[in-house]
């Protein structure tokens, strides 16, 4: 059912915001833009910035964690036949911030402005140890272990500290392979 007009204003007001809050930060740098800014650029006030991102900048530019949950968690549940979990999460990281290989240039810069900027970067990793829960009982269900597993538990927290760590290493494509050769060997069971 297509959305009402005041689902579509919103949408339209949430894009604007976010499109204002990219541009000013590419072009001056995350720490060098005030939401009033933003709010001015998008014409709309601070309060309606606030009320559809109530993380504030930082959600400007890596939203509220709700995407980011559901697409990590489809990619352990929808993976192929033959894929294992292991093999399915390196997918999905691959295609994602510093680690796609073929980003469009804005991405490429805004995946940069993350790495460079401390209050982006640490926001990023709340971001993703936040799926820790959703991410571990997702695995002991695709592998008919338990959620209390110590062993599953360490797993996913391990997956979700690599954006962290191998996305701000001087090649992040190869860092990534090197953490996933490392959970490789130590969980066989899930490769």
Known sequence: MPANRRE?????????????????FLARGFDEVTVAE??????????????????GKEALVLGDGGERERA?????????????????????LAGRGPFDDDPDPDHRRLAALVVRTPALRAH???LWTGCETSL????????????DSLSVRLFARYVLE????????????????TAFAHLRRGWPELA
């Not at 690599?162 to 392979?177: M, R």
């Open 72 to 92: 990590l968690t489809a990619a352990v549940r929808e993976r192929a036949p033959g894929i294992s979990v292991v093999q399915a999460l390196q997918e999905f």
């Open 8 to 24: 579509r204003k919103k949408a339209a007001t949430r894009q604007a915001l976010a499109e204002a809050a990219r541009r000013l």
């Open 124 to 126: 990023a990793r709340i």
């Open 136 to 147: 571990t009982e997702t695995i002991a269900e695709a592998t008919g272990r338990g959620t």
């Open 162 to 177: 690599i954006p962290d760590v191998a996305g701000t290493e001087q090649n992040p494509a190869a860092a990534l392979e």
């Open 38 to 55: 933003i709010a001015d650029a998008a014409d709309t006030a601070v309060s309606t910035l606030f009320a559809h991102f109530p993380g």
